[in-house]
C-alpha cells in the first residue's frame, strides 16, 4: 500500500515536472547588458514560443515602465529566419535615448488586427494584447552624461565656429578646443537648455505616446579662430566626461573657394517599424556626402545646407535622437545649417494663417510647432516670430538668416511663416539682397523649403507659389539672386535661368531655380509612372523644366570668383547625374546631355584645383564610420500592399 502511495506520487510528480518542461514561459535575454554610445549593437534572442505567428513582435521601450502600446518601435520575429522554430535572434543598432531600454515578445494573429488602431501609413499597429515575455533592462554605460549629437554651426562672426550637443542632465559642461589634438587649451561654456512636454502644442508632440525626455541641450561658441585651420575639438566635463575628439576647419574669410553640400527632406532611418515611416535612403545620402568630405582632407572648409523636413519627427521625440545621432559623423565636421520645413512647424493654430492657406499650413509638425526646432539648432542672425503659445517659448527661432562663405552670399527664408512685401522677414530678405557685396561675393544663393517653382501638381500648394513669384520673385530678380533651391517636393528638378515663368538668357534677372528634396523622403514625385496607378495622369516634362530626376541624392556646389558648379549626384551609385555651371560673367551652361546623364563633376580645372579627388568614390570611410556601421549595413525595408515572407509589409501615403 505505501509503496503504491509512493508510486503515484512519484508519477504526479512527473507529471507535473513534464507539464511545466512543455509548456514553460518562454524567455528573452540581450548581450551584451550594456552599450557604450549610440550606434552599438545588440543581439535580443528568444526561445519557447508556442505556436508562433507570423505576426509575433517584439517591442523595443525606453524607458522600461512605459505603457505597453506606447513601444519606441517594433520587430516582427518572422525577421529572424528560424523564427518557426519558436526560437530566434534580432540584431538591432541603438540610439542613446538617455533612459534604459527593454525588450518584449508579444502573440498577435490576423484575426486580431484592429482596423482603427493605425499607424501614420493607416497601417495596423500591433496588439498588445499577449504578452509573452519581457527582458531585463539594458542600459548604457554613460546613459545621462556622455555628450552625444554633436553638430557645428557658423555665427555672426567668421572667426568663430559653434557646437551644441546634448546630455541627460543640464550641469556644467564646456568645448575645449587647439589646433594640435593633445593640447586643447581654449575653452568655451556651453549653455544648456531644455523644453518641456507642456511647450509642445498638440500631440502625439505633448501625449504620453510621442513625448519622451529630450535631454538638455547645450551650446557653446568657440571664438578667435584663425581663418583657414584644422581645429581639434571635444566637449563634456571632467566631472561628467567629455566626447571624442573631432575636428573642423575654420572659415577662412579671404578664401573664394566654396565647397557645400545641400539637399532637403531627408529625414532618418530606424532600425525598427514604428509609428511613423523611417526614411531608409537617408542613409545613403550620408554615406555618400561622408565620401566627399573624406576626400576633402583637412584643410578645406565644407558646410551642409539641409533646407526643410529636418528629421521628420512629427511629435515623436526620439525620432529627432535618431536624427542627430545619424548625422553625427557629418554634423560634428562641418558646419549643419537648416530652415524650417512644415513638418517642423506647421499646426492649425499657427500665428500667421491667411484665407488663401486654409489648404496649406496643415498638421504636419505632429503637434511640435518649432519648438524642438528651435531649441535643437541655433542658426546665425537671432531670427525669430511670435509662437502664439500660451505656455512655453514665446518665438520660434532660426528662421531667416544669411551668411558669406567664399565667393558665396548664402541666404535662408522661411516659407511657414509671413514673407509678404511689408512684413518682418520681407524687410530682412529686401535689406539682406541689397547689401550683398558682389566684388566678394558675386553669387547669392537662396534657400527656402516650399518651392517657387515646380513641375509636381500639388494643389494645396499653388496659392503659396502664386504668392512667392508675386511678393518675393521681383526681390530675387532686382537683386541678381544666381540661385534659388527648395525642397518640399519629393524629387530633383533644375529649371531654366527662369522669371515670371518666362526663361531667360543669363542668370541676372532670372535666377536658376532648383528643387533639391530628394535627399530620402521616400514619396514619388506624381509627375513619374506608377504601375499600379493607371488612373493618375503622367505630367510631361515643360520646357522651361531642364532636368527632372526622381532618384535619391544631393547636391554638390563649388564655387570661386569666375564659376558656381552645381552637381546632382544620385545615391545609387554615387555619381553625377546633371550637372550647371553659372558663370560671373552671367551665362548658364547645362552640363546634361540629352538623356539627361552627365559623368564629370565639373570641368576637369575644377576637379583638380578645388576638391574633388579621382578614385573617392571607393575610399574607405575609416574611423569616423566605424560606430555606426550598424545604421549603414541595415537591411532597407521594403514597402508594398502585399508580402513574400508573411510577415507584416508596411504601405506608403504620399506627403510633402
Known amino acids: 500500500m505505501i509503496a503504491a502511495v509512493y508510486s503515484l506520487f512519484f508519477f504526479f510528480f512527473l507529471f507535473i515536472f513534464t507539464s511545466s518542461s512543455v509548456y514553460s514561459k518562454p524567455t528573452i535575454s540581450f548581450s551584451p547588458q550594456t552599450l557604450n554610445r549610440s550606434g552599438d549593437t545588440v543581439v535580443i534572442k528568444w526561445s519557447g514560443v508556442e505556436s508562433p505567428s507570423d505576426l509575433d513582435w517584439l517591442g523595443i521601450y525606453s524607458p522600461p515602465e512605459s505603457r505597453h502600446d506606447h513601444f519606441i518601435g ?166 561628467k566626461g567629455w566626447s571624442e575628439v573631432y575636428s573642423f576647419v575654420s572659415r577662412n574669410e579671404s578664401s573664394e573657394e566654396t565647397l557645400a553640400f545641400m539637399f532637403g527632406d531627408m529625414g532618418c532611418s530606424t532600425p525598427y517599424r514604428t509609428f511613423i515611416r523611417g526614411e531608409d535612403e537617408s542613409l545613403s545620402t550620408v554615406k555618400w556626402i561622408l565620401r566627399d568630405i573624406e576626400a576633402l582632407g583637412e584643410d578645406k572648409a565644407a558646410v551642409v545646407s539641409h533646407i526643410g523636413d529636418i528629421s521628420y519627427a512629427k511629435g515623436y521625440s526620439w525620432i529627432w535622437d535618431e536624427f542627430f545621432a545619424q548625422i553625427e559623423p557629418i554634423a560634428s565636421r562641418v558646419p549643419y545649417h537648416v530652415c524650417i520645413g512644415n513638418h517642423e512647424y506647421d499646426w492649425p493654430n499657427q500665428p500667421w494663417k491667411p484665407d488663401w492657406s486654409a489648404y496649406i499650413y496643415g498638421k504636419d509638425s505632429g503637434g511640435e510647432c518649432g519648438v524642438p526646432y528651435s531649441v535643437k539648432f541655433n542658426m546665425p542672425g537671432n531670427s525669430s516670430e511670435a509662437t502664439g503659445m500660451v505656455q512655453g517659448p514665446s518665438h520660434t ?143 510631361p516634362q515643360p520646357a522651361n523644366s531642364m532636368y527632372r530626376g526622381g532618384e535619391f541624392g544631393y547636391t554638390r556646389l563649388v564655387a570661386n570668383k569666375e564659376r558656381l558648379t552645381l552637381s546632382y549626384v544620385g545615391n545609387h551609385d554615387g555619381e553625377v547625374h546633371d550637372v550647371v555651371e553659372i558663370l560671373a560673367s552671367g551665362e548658364v551652361i547645362s552640363g546634361s546631355d540629352d538623356d539627361g546623364k552627365d559623368d564629370k563633376f565639373g570641368s576637369e580645372s575644377d576637379i583638380a584645383v578645388l576638391w574633388y579627388i579621382e578614385g573617392a568614390s571607393v575610399m574607405v570611410l575609416g574611423g569616423i564610420l566605424g560606430y555606426f556601421v550598424g545604421f549603414f549595413s541595415r537591411k532597407k525595408r521594403e514597402y508594398g500592399v502585399g508580402s513574400s515572407n508573411g510577415s507584416w509589409i508596411q504601405m506608403k501615403t504620399e506627403e510633402t
Not at 555665427?155 to 593640447?183: H, L, P, S
Not at 521681383?474 to 540661385?483: A, S
Not at 536658376?512 to 505630367?539: C, S, Y
Open 74 to 239: 517594433y520587430k516582427f520575429l518572422s525577421d529572424s529566419p528560424d523564427w518557426q522554430s519558436g526560437s530566434g535572434s534580432i540584431s538591432l543598432p541603438l540610439t542613446n535615448l538617455r533612459s534604459n531600454y527593454s525588450f518584449r515578445i508579444f502573440h498577435w494573429t490576423q484575426s486580431e488586427i484592429n482596423p482603427k488602431h493605425l499607424d501614420h501609413d493607416h497601417n495596423p499597429l500591433p496588439g498588445t494584447r499577449h504578452l509573452l515575455t519581457e527582458s531585463n533592462q539594458l542600459n548604457f554605460r554613460f546613459s545621462a552624461n556622455r555628450p552625444e549629437q554633436i553638430h557645428l554651426g557658423y555665427t555672426d562672426n567668421t572667426n568663430e565656429m559653434r557646437v551644441m550637443f546634448v546630455t541627460g542632465d543640464g550641469e556644467e559642461r564646456e568645448a575645449r578646443y587647439g589646433e594640435v589634438k593633445d593640447k586643447l587649451d581654449n575653452i568655451a561654456v556651453a549653455r544648456g537648455v531644455r523644453y518641456e512636454r507642456e511647450h509642445m502644442c498638440h500631440a502625439p508632440a505633448n501625449s504620453t505616446i510621442g513625448w519622451r525626455d529630450p535631454g538638455w541641450t547645450f551650446d557653446a561658441v568657440m571664438k578667435d579662430l584663425k581663418q583657414g585651420i584644422n581645429y581639434f575639438y571635444q566637449v563634456g566635463s571632467d566631472l
Open 397 to 539: 527661432r532660426n528662421l531667416y538668416y544669411s551668411y558669406d562663405m567664399g565667393s558665396v552670399h548664402f541666404v535662408y527664408i522661411s516659407t511657414e511663416t509671413e514673407f509678404l512685401k511689408g512684413g518682418k522677414q520681407y524687410s530682412f530678405l529686401k535689406s539682406d539682397l541689397e547689401s550683398v557685396n558682389r566684388s566678394k561675393t558675386p553669387f547669392v544663393v537662396l534657400q527656402g523649403h516650399r518651392p517657387m517653382y515646380t513641375t509636381s501638381r500639388k494643389i494645396r500648394d499653388a496659392e503659396i507659389r502664386q504668392r512667392m513669384i508675386e511678393h518675393l520673385e521681383p526681390l530675387l530678380v532686382k537683386n541678381n539672386v544666381t540661385v534659388a533651391l527648395w525642397g518640399h517636393v519629393h524629387n530633383y528638378e533644375r529649371f531654366c535661368p527662369i522669371s515670371n515663368n518666362t526663361c531667360g538668357e543669363r542668370w541676372q534677372g532670372s535666377p536658376v531655380h532648383l528643387v533639391i528634396g530628394m535627399a530620402g523622403k521616400d514619396t514619388q514625385p506624381i509627375w513619374e509612372p506608377r504601375p499600379n496607378h493607371q488612373d493618375v495622369p503622367i505630367f
